[in-house]
């Protein structure tokens, strides 16, 4: 091997060799694919919070299991986490262990849109969200990265001056094309 210019020696001085970290992020960029994010940061948040909720657990499965306290904080984080549609079933602190990234990913308004049958692929349940034709309750949602709870899973609907609410009435026959004529 040649000896290093003094310029690629000058660069070279402050990065170490031996202790270099490797960023493996696969993992991360599939994820990113799969659920179609485009921010990277919503992915670390996701993965922050999985990673809270399964320390969390593990701090509560440490306690004593008469304790008074055990009991009502894995009942409050079980409950917390099954509005939140993150795990299946309130009764089992094991499923706290299981908490993804994927599992926030789940719950995302484009991934409640494919599930619930409103969009034919997460593409587009992007491009109506970021066009503004959906709504959860009563506001409209141009975030994709809206989560949805289980509460509000029902309350995702189209927006009323939408015209492919329109045209979704008029497939499934039930659009009222009464107008009213003044006489």
Same mark, same amino acid.
């Given at each position: 091997? !040649?000896?290093?210019?003094?310029?690629? !020696?000058?660069?070279?001085?402050?990065?170490? %060799?031996? &202790?270099?970290?490797?960023?493996?992020? #696969?993992?991360?960029?599939?994820?990113?694919?799969? %659920?179609?994010?485009?921010?990277?940061?919503? @992915?670390?948040? @996701?993965?922050?919070? /999985?990673?809270?909720?399964?320390?969390?657990?593990?701090?509560?499965?440490?306690?004593?299991?008469? $304790?008074?306290?055990?009991?009502? /904080?894995?009942?409050?984080?079980?409950?917390?986490? @099954?509005?939140?549609?993150?795990?299946?079933?309130?009764? &089992? #602190?094991?499923?706290? $262990?299981?908490?993804?990234?994927?599992?926030?990913?789940?719950?995302?308004?484009?991934?409640?849109?494919?599930?619930?049958?409103? /969009?034919?692929? #997460?593409?587009?349940?992007?491009?109506?969200?970021?066009?503004?034709?959906?709504?959860?309750?009563?506001?409209?949602?141009?975030?994709?990265?809206?989560?949805?709870? !289980?509460?509000?899973?029902?309350?995702?609907?189209?927006?009323?001056?939408?015209?492919?609410?329109?045209?979704?009435?008029? @497939?499934?026959?039930?659009?009222?094309? %009464?107008?009213? &004529? &003044?006489?």
């Amino acid at each position: 091997m !040649r000896e290093l210019k003094f310029a690629e !020696r000058k660069l070279l001085k402050h990065t170490d %060799f031996l &202790n270099w970290k490797v960023d493996n992020n #696969l993992h991360e960029v599939k994820i990113m694919r799969k %659920f179609m994010i485009q921010r990277r940061e919503d @992915y670390t948040l @996701y993965n922050k919070m /999985a990673w809270e909720v399964r320390e969390l657990s593990r701090k509560i499965k440490d306690l004593d299991k008469n $304790d008074p306290f055990r009991v009502e /904080a894995s009942g409050r984080l079980l409950e917390k986490l @099954y509005t939140m549609g993150i795990i299946p079933t309130k009764w &089992n #602190l094991q499923l706290c $262990d299981k908490v993804t990234a994927s599992s926030f990913c789940r719950r995302r308004l484009p991934c409640v849109m494919v599930r619930t049958k409103m /969009a034919p692929s #997460l593409k587009t349940a992007l491009t109506f969200i970021e066009q503004g034709h959906v709504r959860v309750g009563a506001e409209v949602v141009k975030d994709p990265a809206f989560l949805v709870n !289980r509460n509000l899973e029902d309350y995702v609907t189209w927006v009323d001056t939408s015209a492919i609410r329109k045209h979704v009435k008029q @497939y499934n026959e039930e659009r009222d094309d %009464f107008v009213l &004529n &003044n006489c």
